[in-house]
């Protein structure tokens, strides 16, 4: 069946929905955490719209799922007062707290949320459209994270519970908490993306005033009470509404030391220029990428074009380190293209639940015909469609389609599409690839496929000092969690992994004193009858 045929039939009646992933009705919420506590917002409400449309007599109707709280700047004032509060200027119980009883809460709120994994995966696919399988692969990937992230601290803390002999000074360096963190997340993994900021945060002692993403937001309701009864009071505070009311306010006090932010590199950017003291402020940025993937002339072009379909399409493109422009060489351009256009009409359109379905609806308002003036833009300087169907749409629908040839003169050459348009660019030097990677303003990762050692080597080394991550015969990626996640440019600011995350929230603080016999005896003393959180050599198993 073509594609386009298949759109006219894609969106469900209620009564086609299996039970088990119907939502019951729409979500009025009006909790927000504050200082250990669940208030209510009595004030305006803000509509969550899901992807999904539903089908009836009447024609297509998009589901409205419920609504959030439309907090105001004093509302989010009063979050930031409780962080700040609960830090204490780093004399508050959590900052000051051991590392295994901070551990010991976060594992206690591990517990509540694997609690909540179906409600959570659930709204995952009502929310933003990402498939069944996806959807539990993000939750259990977090869990995982967190499980990670206590091992990682263990390791270091046991590393940290000895003392140095340098130059006849002997010493202990640990890691302290740096002060309140803003933590902010992505639509497109607003549980993963945001937990590997918000984690880490938490575990090192920092108190946190954490806003959910633009969508993605009702699945953090399930886990408010866990993080209410897991955290000491004003630890973790959750507000909602529009950043420009709440998270401006909060920027602007000053009172902010560490900024997590996944987004644009402009709202970043605009967020930063808003803190009075920049200087004090620490920044955990994930931004805007444009991974190019290389084709190259000698190649495994069986992998090559399985691994551009995953890398460009898989949640519908809407990664940051998805594949978003392809440079193919004239010599193989034509049975990649084929290739490819076959693999993509393999992708199964539907609804997130359905069984092997690839191809879902669009969370963002407005990005269908964003997708469309970008296409038709490309049309219009000479580009062609290549799959059939390719940019068909119904509602927030979106067939992929297959662009060729593109050049430089179009949008969809420099502009980050996060979506499923697929751009492919020919070339018959490869220095034409080299100076886009050189000239772009992103820097996160590109991939290379190809098998001629020496092009493969130059290659590398020609772009190691420009991008963050270079893959080899495979897609862009963010995992494993082990490794280093950043970017060049105006892709990222700090190193993200589960080793990296805790040292980006904390600092190294020593104390130190001369090797001297009356001083050792005083630390002695100290450590041994435990008049120091600090000062320890205690083993965390």
């Not at 200027?89 to 591990?110: C, D, K, Y």
């Not at 950043?243 to 401006?248: A, H, K, N, Q, W």
């Not at 220095?431 to 303003?441: E, H, M």
């Amino acid at each position: 069946m073509a594609a386009a045929s298949r759109l006219d039939t894609l969106f469900p009646t209620l009564e086609q929905i299996p039970e088990q992933y119907r939502l019951g009705e729409p979500i009025e919420q009006r909790d927000y955490l504050i200082d250990g506590q669940l208030r209510r917002w009595d004030g305006p409400l803000a509509p969550v719209r899901s992807p999904i449309c539903l089908s009836s007599a009447n024609g297509t109707e998009q589901v409205i799922l419920g609504s959030t709280p439309l907090l105001d700047a004093d509302a989010a004032m009063s979050a930031l007062d409780a962080a700040v509060n609960a830090y204490d200027n780093g004399q508050g119980a959590w900052p000051t707290m051991r590392v295994a009883e901070r551990i010991a809460h976060v594992e206690s709120f591990l517990v509540r949320m694997r609690e909540q994994r179906e409600a959570v995966v659930k709204l995952l696919m009502w929310e933003i459209g990402k498939n069944l399988k996806d959807s539990e692969k993000e939750f259990d990937r977090t869990c995982d994270y967190i499980v990670d992230t206590i091992e990682a601290l263990k390791a270091i803390d046991r590393r940290s519970s000895r003392f140095e002999l340098e130059q006849g000074t002997l010493g202990q360096i640990r890691r302290v908490p740096l002060g309140v963190a803003l933590c902010m997340g992505p639509y497109n993994y607003p549980l993963n993306e945001t937990f590997t900021t918000l984690i880490p945060a938490l575990i090192m002692g920092n108190t946190v005033v954490f806003k959910p993403a633009k969508f993605g937001v009702l699945l953090i309701r399930p886990l408010l009470e866990a993080f209410r009864d897991s955290f000491p009071a004003g630890v973790i505070n959750v507000i909602y509404g529009r950043g420009r009311e709440t998270v401006s306010a909060l920027m602007a006090s000053g009172k902010i030391d560490v900024f997590a932010f996944i987004g644009t590199h402009k709202g970043a950017s605009d967020l930063k220029k808003l803190h009075p003291r920049p200087h004090r402020l620490r920044a955990a940025l994930g931004l805007d990428a444009k991974n190019p993937g290389i084709v190259l002339p000698q190649v495994d072009l069986d992998n090559a074009v399985s691994e551009a379909v995953t890398g460009a399409l898989s949640f519908n493109g809407q990664r940051c380190t998805a594949l978003k422009i392809l440079f193919v060489h004239e010599d193989v351009l034509q049975p990649f293209l084929d290739k490819f256009s076959a693999k993509l009409a393999a992708l199964k359109p539907g609804m997130p639940w359905e069984p092997g379905v690839a191809l879902t609806p669009l969370p963002e308002p407005g990005k269908v015909d964003y997708l469309t003036n970008v296409l038709q833009d490309a049309l219009d300087k000479g580009a062609s469609i290549i799959n059939p169907d390719g940019g068909s749409h119904r509602e927030t629908f979106f067939y992929p389609a297959l662009l060729s040839p593109v050049t430089p003169q179009m949008r969809i050459y420099n502009e980050e599409q996060f979506g499923p348009l697929v751009p492919v660019v020919p070339f018959r030097d490869v220095q034409q690839v080299i100076d886009y990677v050189l000239q772009s303003d992103f820097g996160q990762q590109l991939s290379l496929f190809g098998n001629d050692p020496a092009t493969i080597g130059r290659l590398v080394d020609t772009f190691a000092n420009q991008v963050g991550r270079i893959n080899i015969n495979t897609q862009c990626q963010r995992g494993p969690d082990s490794y280093p996640f950043n970017g060049r440019k105006n892709s990222a600011e700090g190193t993200l992994s589960v080793h990296d995350a805790l040292r980006v929230f904390s600092i190294r603080t020593l104390v130190a004193t001369k090797n001297q016999a009356d001083n050792k005896a005083l630390i002695s003393d100290i450590i041994h009858d435990r008049q120091s959180g600090f000062l320890s050599t205690d083993y965390l198993f």
